[in-house]
């Protein structure tokens, strides 16, 4: 004979003959697993390279395994040039439950400003500064009269791209800088620079 129980416990079996003599008597404990319910595994966009957490939930008294082979309930990752699905096991006792998330990729980070050209025209006065340079924000300083760095002209672009400078106004005497940068939704580049001394002063 078969016997169904529904809950946990400790249950006694006792089998007699039929002129009420016990043949066998034992006892049996049984243990019910609880069902893993609502376990969960959080999802991240953001730029290549950089660092997000996923974080899994509702495995209460449980251990959380990543796909990646990491435990805890927390998985910090670098994003790489694509999106991927990263799983995670919940296991509670003998039962155990996947759930997955993903890493998307919301875009690259900036690529590197240039300067490709710099070059100060003293033909006349004032004297002018030309140049060409890859990225969004340019920004040209120099001398003053009672300033180490007293001239700023910039130039900010919505977009990067490889851009044609020219400043012209420069009166005094001494050295130039031109700073680039590239911009982006996921940050900005490094800034690189150039100089160029300017040795004619205009009245």
Same mark, same amino acid.
């Given at each position: 004979?078969?016997?169904?129980v ?14 009420? /003599? +016990? ?29 997000? +957490? ?6 209460? *008294? ?6 990646? *082979? ?24 003998? /039962? ?26 003293e ?6 500064? +030309? ?34 400078l =020219?400043?012209t106004?420069?009166? =005094? ?18 800034p690189?620079s ?5 040795g004619?002063? /205009?009245?």
């Amino acid at each position: 004979n078969t016997l169904v129980v529904s809950s946990a416990g400790t249950y006694s079996v006792t089998v007699s003959n039929a002129n009420g /003599c +016990t043949v066998v008597s034992n006892s049996v404990t049984i243990s019910q697993n609880t069902a893993i319910t609502g376990f969960a595994v959080s999802s991240a966009s953001a730029c290549q390279g950089q660092v997000v +957490t996923l974080m899994a939930s509702n495995c209460p *008294g449980g251990t959380v395994r990543w796909s990646t *082979g990491s435990t805890g309930t927390a998985l910090n990752l670098t994003v790489g040039s694509s999106t991927s699905v990263i799983t995670a096991t919940c296991t509670i006792g003998s /039962c155990s439950t996947t759930a997955s998330g993903s890493v998307v990729v919301g875009g690259l980070q900036p690529p590197p400003a240039q300067i490709l050209s710099l070059r100060a025209d003293e033909s006349g006065c004032p004297v002018q500064l +030309t140049g060409q340079g890859v990225g969004t924000s340019f920004v040209f300083t120099g001398p003053g009269s009672n300033l180490p760095v007293a001239y700023v002209f910039s130039n900010i672009f919505r977009l990067g791209g490889t851009y044609d400078l =020219k400043v012209t106004g420069v009166m =005094k005497p001494g050295v130039y800088t031109l700073t680039a940068t590239y911009r982006n939704e996921c940050g900005t580049s490094a800034p690189v620079s150039r100089s160029v001394t300017v040795g004619r002063s /205009c009245p």
